[in-house]
């Protein structure tokens, strides 16, 4: 690569980990790419599934996932590879699981890129705190449950989440902090019997659901041995999961609080 062709980075969500949920903006920029810098959860599925339907993935992938508690490329170094990957004329792919402006620290390489004078573009994913509560029939609003919803991070304050069971809460990883935030969150207005669903591996081989209240999904999830990745949904519109009792008679029209009595 000669170092006077301008190089570019795009900031491609990878979504939840289908590769068919992946946009064709973004798998237009894999084909184009010369170096993949790729995240382990959502992104390299993405990637392999990709290459297993006989797409032609020609581009260096540089692995960068992090597991918990154990982050062997730190980000201040993941931020420089993007830049001196595209100084020296590459056209970069910073693939991400989900959208990278949803927990994904995508505006920060962003800015980083910006401040180093290398263009840079963010092509949105399909969101995992969405997209893996769907796949239980879990909406995260339905009319007459909930109408509004807050994604946030098992590592938050979630003392200051708003709103009560009909204000649906979706933990991204939240399995390491189950006890607490399901504690918090049953003082904090919702009550010991809210609804509560884990859905574990979302669009992957190991997809299941594991649904209880704020009571009883501690012992739920560690009698069956919850790993992540994990979405985990909290509100009334748990009660619609395909897998929930009381879904068919919400379904049917009844509303939460008389399907609930």
Partial sequence: MSAQVRGRVDLVGAGPGDPELLTLRGLRAL?????IIADRLGARAVLDGLVAAG???????VDVGKLPGHHPVPQNVINEMLVNFARAGARVVRLKGGDPFVL??????????EAA??????VPGVTSAVSVPAVAGIPLTHRGVATSFTVVSGHDQIEQVPGGRDHTVVLLMGVGT??????VLARCGRGGDCPVAIVEDGYGPGERVTIGTLATIVHAAAERHVRNP????????VRLAYDHPDSALIGAGEPATAAAS
């Fill in 230 to 237: 994990a979405v985990i949904v909290i509100g009334d519109v």
């Fill in 178 to 183: 189950l006890g607490h935030s399901a504690g």
């Fill in 31 to 35: 084909r184009e790419a010369d170096v």
């Fill in 104 to 113: 994904g620290r995508g505006r920060e390489e962003q800015l980083h890129c």
């Fill in 117 to 122: 004078g290398v263009d840079v573009a963010v």
């Fill in 55 to 61: 797409e032609r993935i020609t581009a260096q992938v």
